[in-house]
C-alpha cells in the first residue's frame, strides 16, 4: 500500500502540468482546470484497481479528465465569463502579448470535436491511434479532425492578421 | 507527391518525419514556406501551452487530497466493519433468544401434555369403547370431523390444553392405553418429542395446531399422530369453534368433561 502510494505520488508530480495544460485547454478557466486537475486523481486514486498497466496511466487520466470537464460541463456550464479575457486570477506563464491572445481566441473558437484531439496531440503528445481510443473514434476519423482543426485555426489566425493591416492602414 | 497531399499530411502533423514529405518540401518553394508558416503556428501553440504552469501547490494540494481520501476510506471501512459486528451480535442474540424462548415454548408444552395426562390419569383406566356419535360429537364442537377410522376409542372428551381448548382420546394399545391430543393453535414448528420416566410420545405440528401422541414405554408409536391427524378434517385455526388465536381462547373454555 505505501509503495503504491510512494508510485501515486510521483504520478501526480510529473503529470500535473501538463494534465494542467490540457484542463486549461478545455476549460479556459483556471479555477475550473485546477479543480478538474485534482478531481481526475482523486477518482483515479479510487479506482486504481482498474488501472491494470501503469504505462497508461497516463492516457487514462488524459479520458478522465475530458470526462470530468464533460460531466462538469453538463451539470453547470462553468465558465459564462468571456472564455478570450483574461482570467480574472493570473496565470503563471500566460503570455498576455497579442499574438498569444489571438492565438487563445482562435483556439477557443474551435469546435470541441477539432479541439480535443488538437490538445491530445500538441499537449499529450499522443499518436492518431492513442487519441482514437481515447475519443472512441478510427484513426483516420482523428487524422481528419486534425487536419481541419489547424486548417480552420490557420485560417482565423491569417484572417485576424488580416484585420489588423487593414486596421492600421 | 502533390502539393494537396503534401499539405494534408503537414496539418494532421507539422513535425511528421516522412522522407516523400521532405521530398516535396524541398522540390516546391510554395509548399516549403506554407509548412515554415505552419510549423511557426505549431510552435507558438505548444509555447503558448508550455508557458501555462500550474499553482505551484496544486500538486502538493492533490497528494494531501489523496491522503485524505485514504483515511476517510480507511475510517469508513473501520465503521462498517464496527457497525457489521454490532448487528451480527444483536443479530445473534435475537436469534438466540427468539431460539430459547421457542425451546422453552417446546418444552412447555410438552410438559403440559405429560401434566395433563398424570393429572387425568383416571381416563387411561377407561375400559371403552365410546361410541362413534360421542367421537362425533366432541370434535363437532370444533368444526371438525373424524373421516376415516381410527380404531377402538375408549375416552373422548373436550380439554383444555394450556390456554384453549382440545380434543382428549385415549386408544387402547399394545403396552398400555395411548393419549391423543388434538390441540388446535399449538403450533410448535416441529416434531417435539415427549418423555417422563413411564411415558414416550411425540407432538406432531399440522395446518392447524399439533397433535400429541403419548404411550407407554416400548409402545410403537412411529407415525400414529400424522395418521390420527390424516384422519381428522379440521379447519383452519381461525375458523375453528374451539381454535381462536393465541391468547384470545375461542369457543368453550371450560372442560367440557
Known sequence: MGQLHDQFDSLVKALTPELYRYAMGLCHNPDTADDLVQE??????????????????????YTILRNENARLYERQRPDVRDPHALPAVAVHGYDTSTEAFTLRRA???????????????????FSCQEIGQMLGLKSNTVLTRLFRARKMLRDMLENAQSSELEKLS | MNCL?????????????????QKHEQECRQCNQYAQEQRAHERQLRDMFNEITPPPELAENIQLAVRLDRRVQSRRQVWFAAAASVLLIVGATITSLVNERWERGNMALAQSVLNHIDDEAHHLREAGPVSRSRVNF??????????????????????LMRKRNGVHLVLPGKNGPITAFFMPGETPGKVIPVKSERFQGRIAPTAWGSVAVVGEHGENLEGMAERLANAVHWPQAEQSVGGGKLGAPAGPTVAQK
Not at chain 2, 141 to 146: I, K, S
Open chain 1, 40 to 61: 481526475t486523481f482523486l477518482r483515479a486514486w479510487r479506482s486504481q484497481n482498474t488501472l491494470r498497466d501503469v504505462k497508461t496511466a497516463r492516457a487514462w487520466l
Open chain 2, 5 to 21: 497531399e503534401f499539405r494534408r499530411l503537414l496539418l494532421q502533423d507539422p513535425f511528421a518525419n516522412d522522407p516523400a514529405m
Open chain 1, 107 to 125: 483556439l477557443n473558437d474551435l469546435d470541441l470535436q477539432y479541439r480535443e484531439p488538437l490538445l491530445l496531440q500538441t499537449i499529450g503528445g
Open chain 2, 138 to 159: 366432541v370434535f363437532a364442537r370444533f368444526g371438525a370431523a373424524l373421516t376415516e377410522d381410527i380404531g377402538q376409542i375408549n375416552f373422548a372428551a373436550e380439554c
